[in-house]
């Protein structure tokens, strides 16, 4: 990698923490664990509940990730508390934020906290990383200089955003070449004194203002230092002369001008100048998502108390969705018949029930999909009612619920997905007038949402409208 280039090279942003911008006092990104940092005295509890929010926080709003937080700092106020938390209730928790695994981890690293390092939260980055499982060079940036006021800078998605803007980083973001670089300028630029405000007044920065479609550059308060927004003006006032008719210079808009720039843009893809600063940062295409199709039934029998109850199972303790609760499912191999579908899926019944499912008493309900992170999962759902009482085979992790009961459990949102299929088809089954029509492929309203937060792919990101 060359040196850093004089164009890239990182200047004192302070005006971030400046009094007539006040920026931290508006910031909310760290609403929950960062007030409670701000005055926790124990310093183990302030580190564990900045980790908290930090860890709720990846991928998921603020606005969804208070109600979690305090629930989550009320049950377990301490690592110690925590540490003793059953998989079961974080699960539980846990359910409706995504990314299970985050929550499973957490309590993990609880435990190793109370059981290898005397119950104290490591005190710097460096050692959070390296002695926290789960917590990565973000995370363990933002603990430190929140929570101990290390002088260390973080990378999120925000700052990637501000930082490729104000210094016209035009080259993929997510290359580890230029997070490096990126890093290193974090480091560079963070507050000595308030590492802590600095670091949440940039992410906030990049949440508020200099946001991914239409950032508010006119309301910026580090405008002045901006190379993305410097260009942009360049370039207005070069048309602007040249549309009054007025001789004008040749427009400084160049990139940095040394060949081959690990920073700036790739030669094949130039600045654009419909986009404006919303040229940066780039990011090379996203992976598609693997594609699954996975049958799932939703078994139901009418309760003692006259409602209706489902039968659910947990899945195994490692893996996508480890130890959650889900209606009997089976993922399918692609392009099965449909006949074929629900035979072993009838056959997978009977394991969980211990006695012959016929294929054809089931009922089709239609698809859901749902987005996980990496995998684009498609659950063909079917329904089987049933009038005799099943034994459920002891040995096997099920249990009937009532709804209420199902959304306390530790379900996906994925799940509640489709009951909702299922409550819905039964609605228009029961409402006259509306039968009920057998469509393959059919998904019911509500599917296909995708998850919050998903990064824009570069081609949509090349179609964003342009910037001031
Ligand atoms: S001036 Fe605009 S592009 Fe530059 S940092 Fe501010 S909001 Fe972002
Ligand atoms: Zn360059």
Redesign the pocket.
């Known amino acids: 990698m060359q040196p850093p280039?004089q164009?890239?090279l990182p200047e004192w942003c302070w005006e971030l923490l400046g009094p007539s911008v006040g920026f931290t006092s508006a910031c909310n990104h760290f609403l929950c664990g960062g007030a409670q940092a701000a005055t926790e005295p124990d310093a183990d509890r302030r580190g564990y509940a900045v980790w908290v929010s930090e860890i709720m926080l990846q991928q998921t709003q603020v606005a969804t990730v208070i109600d979690y937080y305090n629930r989550w700092m009320q049950k377990w106020p301490t690592l110690q508390a925590l540490a003793q938390a059953s998989l079961e209730e974080v699960n539980e928790l846990w359910a409706g934020l995504g990314y299970y695994s985050r929550g499973k981890r957490l309590q993990e690293a609880a435990r190793k906290v109370v059981s290898e390092l005397g119950g104290h939260m490591p005190r710097t980055a460096e050692a959070l990383q390296k002695l926290l499982p789960g917590v990565g060079r973000y995370t363990a940036g933002a603990i430190a200089s929140i929570s101990y006021g290390q002088a260390t800078g973080v990378v999120d998605g925000n700052v990637i955003r501000v930082l490729c803007r104000l210094r016209?980083i035009g080259a993929d973001s997510s290359s580890p070449a230029v997070m490096d670089r990126l890093w290193d300028m974090a480091n560079a630029l963070v507050d000595k004194s308030r590492p802590g405000d600095f670091n949440q007044a940039l992410m906030e920065l990049g949440a508020t203002v200099c946001v991914p479609k239409a950032p508010l550059c006119g309301e910026c308060p580090v405008k002045q230092h901006c190379r993305a927004r410097c260009r942009v003006e360049k370039e207005l006032a070069f048309a602007s002369q040249k549309l009054f008719g007025k001789p004008a210079p040749v427009p400084d808009v160049e990139?940095?001008?040394?060949g081959d720039?690990?920073?700036?843009p790739p030669a094949t893809e130039p600045w654009d100048s419909s986009l404006g600063v919303t040229n940066f940062p780039r990011k090379a295409a996203k992976k598609q998502p693997r594609a699954m199709r996975t049958a799932t039934c939703v078994l139901e029998r009418r309760g003692c108390r006259g409602g209706p109850e489902y039968l659910i199972v947990q899945r195994p303790s490692s893996g996508l969705l480890a130890g959650l609760w889900e209606f009997p499912s089976l993922p399918l191999a692609q392009d099965l018949q449909e006949e074929k579908e629900r035979e072993v899926l009838a056959d997978h019944l009977q394991a969980w029930m211990g006695q012959p499912v016929a294929a054809k008493g089931l009922r089709f309900i239609g698809e859901v999909i749902h987005i996980f992170s990496h995998i684009h999962q498609t659950y063909v759902v079917y329904s089987l009612p049933l009038d005799g009482d099943v034994t459920l085979d002891p040995a096997s992790p099920s249990r009937w619920v009532t709804e209420e009961e199902f959304h306390a459990s530790a379900v996906s949102t994925a799940m509640k997905k489709v009951l909702k299929a299922h409550k819905k088809q039964h609605r228009n089954e029961t409402s006259p007038g509306k039968g009920f029509k057998r469509k393959r492929g059919a998904k019911p309203q509500g599917a296909g949402s995708t998850c919050p937060g998903t990064q824009l792919s570069l081609h949509a990101f090349l179609r964003a409208p342009t910037a001031p």
Do not use: T
């Open positions: 280039l164009q890239h016209c990139d940095c001008g040394v720039c690990p920073l700036c």
